[in-house]
Each structure stands twice: as C-alpha cells, then as structure tokens.
C-alpha cells in the first residue's frame, strides 16, 4: 500500500526566511501527490497538487513543489515566507485502488517567528 | 461555488447523546468523503461515497457511528450514542470522479462530547 512520510513534525522559521517541507512517498506508479494546508481553525485547503508533466508546480501563496522520482519526493518550498504562513502542512498520495483516495502524511506544523 | 458546506460549526452534547452532523458536498462532484482529525491520531478517513453509495466504511470507528448519503446533494454523519472520546473535528470533503483525486474540504465541524 502507499504511504506518506513527513519527518518534521515542527518546523520554525524566520519571517522572510525560505521554507522547505519535506515530503517522502511510496507508490509503484506515477503518484497523483498533493500539499494541502490547514490554517488553526480551518479545513485543510488545496496548495498545490502534481499528477504529470513539469516536475515543478506552482501553488498558490507563492508555493511551490518539486517531485523528483528517484527520492520518491515531493518537497514543499517558498522562497519567502510570511508570518501568515504558519499553518499545519499535509502532504497527501492518490491511492492506488482508486476511489480518489488520497493517504494523507501527518503533517507539519509551521511556525513563523518575527 | 460556495465550496463544500458543513454544519453545525460546532456542536457540544452530553455523552449518550445523538448527534448528527451535516454535509453538501460541491455539485457535480462524484465523491464524498468524512474524516476525523484529532491531536493523538491526525486525520482518519471514516468513509467515502461514490454516486451516494457507500464504498468503504472500514475506517467507521464503531457501530455507533454511522452515515447516509440521500442524494448527491446532503450526506449525514451520526453518532448514537455519543461518547467523550468522539470529540474531534469532523471534516466532510468531495472530489470529481475522472479528475485527479483532488479532495476539496470543508470547515469541520468541532464536535465536544462532556
């Protein structure tokens, strides 16, 4: 079955700082891979998703993420971040049965420090 | 598209309780899906539509649980009766079949069983 690993479970930052979250998948085909985030409060919110194509996607809120296939990674990055970024950061992998299953990682939880 | 639509936002109750939470997913979306988020087990697929028919529940936690789908539009989730350990929040999301397994959520409802 695939599976979704997030090895930071806190990550802090500095204002203006550059982010990456990592992201590690398994899957035996092409994965659909997505990163969602989760404001305090909220509901988890799409980024960013990959499914084919350019290996680098754009997201919204200036996010962006590169899959590369030899390290079954799907990293998250921004070149600047904002202290209304801090959020919880989910990265998420089609299921390979179908049903538009998506297995989730645990999360990463960013802080922004002024 | 107003998004998916959950209510209440917040719900608190007595154990033993019913309690009954509410969902529209967005139209034309195939798939419709309930999670639970808590801090000690992150976020659970408790289970998943498709074309308002239960596809897998193995993530319903206990008979007390249970949910409906009466048309493409409204899916209920119940829990009869409630129990202190069911606090969590309760996230509906919908996706697009034949798209890229892209789940839209909504708010959550927080439910807080005393």
């Known amino acids: 079955a695939q599976s979704v690993t997030q090895p930071d479970i806190h990550i802090t930052v500095s204002e203006g700082a550059s982010l990456e979250l990592r992201c590690n998948y398994s899957y035996g085909a092409t994965p659909y891979l997505f990163w969602y985030v989760q404001s305090p409060g909220q509901g988890l919110q799409l980024l960013l998703k990959?499914?084919?194509?350019d290996t680098l996607v754009q997201g919204i809120k200036g996010f962006e993420a590169e899959f590369k296939r030899s390290q079954s990674s799907f990293n998250l990055r921004k070149p600047s971040v904002h202290w209304s970024d801090a959020a919880e950061y989910f990265c998420a992998v089609g299921d390979w049965g179908g049903g538009n299953k998506l297995t989730f990682g645990t999360g990463t939880q960013l802080k922004v420090e002024l | 598209d107003a998004g998916v639509i959950q209510s209440p936002r917040h719900e608190v109750t007595e154990m033993g309780q019913e309690v009954t939470l509410r969902c529209k997913p967005i139209?034309?979306?195939?798939?419709l899906f309930w999670y639970r988020q808590t801090m000690m087990r992150g976020l659970e697929l408790l289970i998943y539509f498709n074309n308002n028919v239960p596809i897998d529940d193995s993530g319903m936690p206990e008979d007390r649980f249970s949910a409906k789908m009466p048309n493409a539009s409204f899916s209920t989730l119940k829990i009869q009766p409630s129990e202190p350990r069911d606090s969590a929040v309760y996230f509906c999301?919908?996706?697009?079949?034949?798209?890229?397994?892209?789940?839209?959520f909504g708010p959550g409802t927080r439910l807080t069983v005393t």
């Open positions: 990959y499914f084919s194509g």
């Open positions: 999301a919908s996706s697009l079949a034949g798209g890229t397994y892209e789940q839209y």
């Open positions: 139209s034309g979306h195939d798939y």
